[in-house]
């Protein structure tokens, strides 16, 4: 029997109950293993309010600070591979071997990566190439919140393939992560506090 986890909102850096959740069931054994926040409109308006709030000032980060909180989370998920495994396997129905050795290691990538992109130039100047004293050049600046949504096949690396670069640049999210496998989505936003 595997004790049942209950996985609350995540708003604003902190868990927030809700009002009701969903069964979410081991695939392979068709066992109840946790309780997923079933959220509502008011909650997602409280998420994307949250973000629109943290927007101004995570965006003016530097590249250096943002890519040291990426690092950070790939350090605290690299210090709990073994846990995010098990969570994935349990909760997914794939191999252990296969959550330990690609799924979960892929996932801390997708933040070191991120960190590492961040850190090279982000602006290119060209000098335009048939008019003398013009040039050519690409800024990229934070646009502001986005909604990222994960499918229920690879949970956690496809949930960080988004999140990664969206903060890295200086953005903020909102995440829907699928509820039949919400699992290792509730212990990121664990390494998001801890980090």
Not at 29 to 51: K, L
Not at 120 to 136: A, L, W, Y
Request: net charge negative; hydrophobic share 45%.
């Amino acid at each position: 029997m595997v004790s049942l986890q209950r996985i609350d909102n995540f708003i604003n850096g902190k868990f927030v109950p809700a009002e009701s959740y969903l069964d979410s069931l081991n695939p392979s054994t068709e066992e109840v293993i946790a309780q997923i926040a079933d959220g509502s409109a008011e909650d997602a308006d409280r998420a994307v309010q949250a973000a629109r709030q943290a927007f101004p000032s995570w965006s003016r980060e530097t590249a250096g600070r943002r890519a040291h909180y990426l690092n950070r989370i790939a350090d605290l998920i690299q210090a709990r591979l073994e846990d995010f495994a098990r969570a994935e396997s349990l909760d997914q129905g794939k191999p252990l071997w296969l959550a330990r050795t690609a799924e979960i290691p892929r996932a801390i990538e997708n933040f070191r990566f991120f960190a590492t992109a961040l850190m090279q130039s982000r602006e290119s100047f060209t000098p335009h190439g048939t008019v003398p004293n013009v040039i050519s050049y690409t800024t990229r600046t934070p646009i502001g919140v986005a909604l990222l949504i994960s499918p229920w096949n690879l949970p956690l690396y496809l949930l960080t393939w988004k999140i990664a670069p969206c903060i890295a640049f200086g953005c903020t999210c909102v995440c829907k992560p699928s509820e039949f496998t919400s699992i290792t989505a509730g212990m990121l936003a664990q390494v998001f506090i801890d980090a």
